[in-house]
């Protein structure tokens, strides 16, 4: 779908898109794989569930991947919105986490396959697992803080009702992404807690599938808020969330029939939340003595 719709997105994006697709496939043939060596292959062998298979720690690596790249992708949403000033102070902190918990989850994956005894995982808690999931939180937070505080902060700004409804709407739906991923990974950390290993299994098996749908969803939500934004009174929408200063408008104006002022709009606030063909001149003159 997403191919269908936004196919004038940057090549970096649909190279992305493909990445992501291919990693959650592969992923999910792993997934098969565990489930084939335990209730099929070693069917009613009770002494194959103290090994893990060696597609246990190759998926964990590939759900590293998927939410490297997904966290990556919303970090730099977030440098794309943040003022010049501040970028790097933004920027370093959930660059610092995401690393760190691609770090974490490595070690985890690397002890696996030298040591494939499942009492392993009770083993890495304190060092690997628990430091693993609590970056992972603290990232997932500042992510989902920054996107709304920046996005609050450029919609406070704007003159235009539908900018500002369409900003409430991206902000909802950056709480809603972290929510159910938030929600998920505190299981998984409650688990991991009271030593319940398998239940973690569970959890993190999961987690990489909700980072890919939070990414393909963020990015084919963009034509249903296009839809919403339609009309003669509009803004102009681009290639992802971008908010200028809000309009300033020139001391000279013309009279309309009607007898209200019409006045020249220099700059215009820009919600960049997908591509859009070029408007014909008729329009874009129409649009442009509008206030």
Request: glycine content about 4%; aromatic content about 10%; proline content about 3%.
């Amino acid at each position: 779908m997403y191919y269908m719709h936004y196919s004038e997105d940057a090549s970096t994006t649909k190279f992305l898109v493909v990445s992501i697709w291919i990693l959650d496939i592969l992923h999910a043939s792993l997934i098969c794989h565990i489930l084939y060596h335990y209730l099929i292959t070693n069917y009613g062998v009770l002494t194959s569930l103290e090994h893990l298979v060696w597609s246990t720690p190759a998926s964990l690596v590939v759900n590293l991947l998927v939410i490297a790249a997904v966290q990556c992708f919303f970090t730099y949403q977030i440098y794309y919105l943040c003022c010049p000033q501040v970028k790097w102070l933004v920027i370093a902190p959930i660059m610092l986490l995401v690393v760190t918990h691609f770090g974490f989850g490595m070690e985890i994956a690397v002890l696996i396959f030298v040591n494939n005894e499942f009492s392993t995982l009770s083993k890495i808690t304190s060092y690997a697992s628990l430091p693993c999931v609590a970056t992972r939180v603290l990232a997932e937070v500042l992510i989902t803080l920054s996107l709304c505080i920046l996005v609050y902060d450029r919609g406070s700004r704007s003159v235009f009702p539908r900018t500002k409804r369409l900003l409430n709407t991206l902000i909802i739906y950056a709480i809603n992404r972290c929510f159910l991923i938030l929600l998920v990974t505190l299981a998984e950390l409650v688990v991991i807690i009271c030593n319940q290993d398998a239940w973690a299994m569970g959890f993190d098996i999961n987690i990489g599938t909700l980072y890919a749908n939070s990414l393909l969803a963020s990015l084919n939500t963009r034509q249903y808020l296009r839809s919403r934004s339609s009309g003669p009174r509009s803004d102009l929408f681009n290639d992802a969330v971008h908010i200028v200063d809000p309009p300033k408008f020139s001391r000279d104006g013309k009279i309309s029939k009607d007898g209200q002022r019409q006045l020249d709009l220099r700059e215009v606030a820009v919600i960049d939340v997908a591509a859009v063909p070029v408007l014909d001149k008729t329009t874009g003159l129409r649009r442009k003595r509008e206030v």
